[in-house]
Every structure is written in structure tokens, then in C-alpha cells.
């Protein structure tokens, strides 16, 4: 089989914390081109990854419009998803499109009518959700362990940890805050976790109250000057079914969640289970009855699995045998539409009903 052809749009944090570490691993596929407004920034991956052959370039549609590529993927700020995705499937190239994978819902529907008219793959990077202990999550819940689930608790409460860098802060380079960095992340997981990514109403609130706070930050300190979107998004999200999903996600409140990172705690008729502690990925708290008696039980879950590894080998599996990439194109697009509708929520300060 000959190798599939790579080409990166945007040499940044999450290429390099997940794409070319998972790419590069693979002997089936090659990097051609990388591409990034800042020059120095790709010749740097370049060099990194010991990409000897690969092209630079720092126009985008070089990429879209290279006959050396079979892939993109699309790793730039989200307001340049859209337009990014849809020259590349335009030009007939299978897309890998980070999340969020669009602004809007319509546009999210337009690259996928376009990824069907070409014949091409779409996918998009809510990953989290093939973590060990979600993963265990789901196959408990396809068993019918937990009975009816009615209510999930999605979490991703960061104390101090606001992407300082990139433009993260900017309504107008960035499209919103919070709710477009962890938000997708944390809407998608329950969803994914219950197979149900059918909305009945969106009700949200949001906080800018941080931006003038940047002591203490991980990632090192922001400009309030420069930071116009929100620090943290609330959500209660009612499914059709009648579930209803608690989502919250922040980056800098000072709060703590029973776990770092991304999330979700179920109730079920029979029982529950969530995600607590340092090994909250690998780990999972099972809440029910066990011989008649209240009974609380950690269970450890399958370590060999790493979520970004998941994600991008399914993803070139799914170009090579025709098969579906891990996470389909629709689910991006039903979060993209409960993002939009938090958005309007908070505006109108009403339920935003979905069809
Ligand atoms: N799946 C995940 O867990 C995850 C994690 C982090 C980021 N992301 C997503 O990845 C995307 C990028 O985030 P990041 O943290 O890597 O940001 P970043 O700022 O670190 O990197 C973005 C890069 O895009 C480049 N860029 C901007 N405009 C460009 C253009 N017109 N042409 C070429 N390059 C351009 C920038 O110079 C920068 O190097 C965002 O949409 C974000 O939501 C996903």
C-alpha cells in the first residue's frame, strides 16, 4: 500500500502535542508540507521531528492546492476551519478538522455535504473521550449496567490553566473563549459516552470575571487588555430522551473539580460512576448496591490505551479501508449546534429549543 500523503495547516500547540507525535509514529504515512503564517514556527517542527524532506510554506491554499497531498489536516484557530476545510475537500483531500470543526452549525453541514460530494473523509478532534476510564464508561453503560442513565455531570474545571499563547483570548481571532477550547470536549464526551447526540433545549451562563486576575496562570499570564470572550461556560443541555447533561468547563476559576482534566460523572437507575484523582483517565469510581448495601468501588481500567494515538490511527485506518474515523463529522456538528445555542442562551437568557 503506498503511503498516505500528510499535509499541516497551523505548526502550533496541538500539532505538535498530538498530530505529528501520532503521524510520525506510523511508517504508512508521510509528512509533505507544513504550513504556518509563522515561518520560523514550521521550520522548527521541521527540524524537531526530523522532516528533512518536507516542504515549508506559509499560504495555506499551497497546501489545498498541492497535488502531493492526500490529507490535511486543519489545525489553525477556529474562525479558519471553515473556509480551510472547505478548499481542501474542494480539492479533493480527505480532512482532519480540529476542534470546534466550525463557527456554526450550517457551515459544519456544508463541509459535510461537501466531504460526501467529493467522496472524502471528515473528521474532527474531540479525542477525550477515548481515554481508559470513558472507555470503560461506555462499554458498562452497552452492558446495562447502570440501568437508565438520566443525568451526567461533564466537568472540566481548570484552576489556573488558560492558554495564554495563541490568540485564545480574542473574540475576533479565536470566534469565543472557553466554551470553543474544553467546551467541545465536555459537551461531546457525554454524548458520545450515551450514543444520544439528540437535543431537545440548550440553556446557558457564562462568566468573564477573570481577565483581570492573570497572576497565577500555568501557562503563564494574559493581557486584560487583550481578552475580550469568556472564562467559564455552564450548561444544562436536556436530550430528547429526557437525560439531561450538566456541562461545565473553565480556565481559571477558583474551584476544584474531584478530577484534572476533562470529565463525566453518570447516574443510572442501578448505578453510577464517575472520574476521581490524579488517574482520573485510568480509573473509575463505580457508585450502586452490591449484596444489598450502599457500595463504593474503584476499578482500574485498560492503561495501554492513549486517546491521541486512538484518534489519529483511527483516523488513517479509516482513509485506508474505507471505514469510519472515530469521530464522525455529525457528532462535530450537533456540538458545534449546542455551542451556538449556549451562545445564544446567554444572550437572550432563554431555553434555545432544537428542532
Ligand atoms: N483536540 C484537542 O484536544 C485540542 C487541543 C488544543 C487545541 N485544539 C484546537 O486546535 C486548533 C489550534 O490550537 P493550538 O492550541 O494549536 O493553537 P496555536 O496558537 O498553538 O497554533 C495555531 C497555529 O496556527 C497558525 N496559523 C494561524 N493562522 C494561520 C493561517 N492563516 N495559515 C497558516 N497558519 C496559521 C498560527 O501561527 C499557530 O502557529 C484550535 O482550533 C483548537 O481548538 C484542539
Known amino acids: 500500500m503506498s503511503k498516505l500523503r500528510i499535509g499541516i495547516i497551523g505548526t ?26 509563522n515561518r520560523e514556527k514550521a521550520e522548527k517542527v521541521k527540524e524537531d521531528y526530523g522532516l528533512a524532506d518536507v516542504k515549508i ?21 477556529n474562525p479558519l476551519h471553515y473556509e480551510m476545510t472547505m478548499e481542501a475537500l474542494a480539492a479533493g483531500k480527505h480532512v482532519y478538522c480540529e476542534k470546534p470543526m466550525a463557527l456554526k452549525y450550517t457551515e459544519c453541514l456544508e463541509m459535510i455535504e461537501a466531504a460526501e460530494k467529493v467522496g472524502k473523509k471528515l473528521t474532527t478532534g474531540t479525542q477525550w473521550r477515548y481515554n481508559p476510564a470513558p472507555m470503560k464508561m461506555k462499554e458498562l453503560i452497552q452492558k446495562g449496567y447502570f440501568g437508565d442513565i438520566y443525568y451526567i455531570n461533564s466537568q472540566q474545571l481548570r484552576p489556573r490553566r488558560l492558554p495564554a499563547y495563541g490568540v485564545y483570548t480574542s473574540k475576533e481571532l479565536n470566534g469565543g473563549g472557553v466554551l470553543l477550547d474544553g467546551g467541545p470536549h465536555s459537551i461531546d464526551l457525554p454524548m458520545w459516552l450515551t450514543d444520544n447526540y439528540d437535543v431537545k433545549c440548550v440553556y446557558g451562563v457564562m462568566f468573564d470575571k477573570m481577565k483581570d486576575y492573570p497572576e497565577g496562570n500555568d501557562l503563564g499570564p494574559w ?81 495501554n490505551i492513549n486517546m491521541f494515538e486512538y484518534d489519529i490511527n483511527h483516523w488513517i485506518e479509516a482513509i485506508q479501508n474505507n471505514t469510519d474515523p472515530a469521530v464522525l463529522p455529525y457528532q462535530g456538528a450537533v456540538v458545534t449546534r449546542v455551542i451556538e445555542a449556549i451562545y445564544e442562551s446567554v444572550e437572550t437568557g432563554k431555553v434555545v429549543y432544537f428542532d
Not at 500547540?13 to 508521510?30: C, Y
Not at 510554506?57 to 490529507?71: G, I, L, N, R, Y
Not at 493581557?223 to 470572550?229: A, E, K, Q, R, Y
Open 223 to 303: 493581557d486584560p487588555d487583550h481578552f475580550d470572550v469568556e472564562d467559564t461556560a455552564i450548561a444544562e443541555i436536556t436530550m430528547k430522551n429526557g437525560m439531561v447533561i450538566h456541562m461545565e468547563t473553565a480556565w481559571a476559576i477558583n474551584m476544584l473539580q474531584p478530577a484534572p482534566g476533562i470529565t463525566a460523572s453518570i447516574a443510572g437507575t442501578k448505578a453510577g460512576a464517575d472520574m476521581v484523582g490524579p488517574g482520573f483517565e485510568d480509573h473509575l469510581r463505580l457508585i450502586g448496591v452490591k449484596n444489598d448495601k450502599f457500595n463504593v468501588e474503584t476499578i482500574e481500567c485498560d492503561k
Open 57 to 77: 510554506t506559509v499560504d495555506w491554499h499551497e497546501v489545498t492546492a498541492s497535488a502531493d497531498v492526500d490529507v490535511i489536516h486543519v489545525l489553525t484557530p
Open 12 to 37: 502550533g500547540t496541538i500539532a505538535r502535542d498530538k498530530h505529528l507525535p501520532m503521524l510520525t509514529k506510523r511508517d504508512d504515512v508521510e509528512i509533505k508540507i507544513l504550513c504556518d503564517l
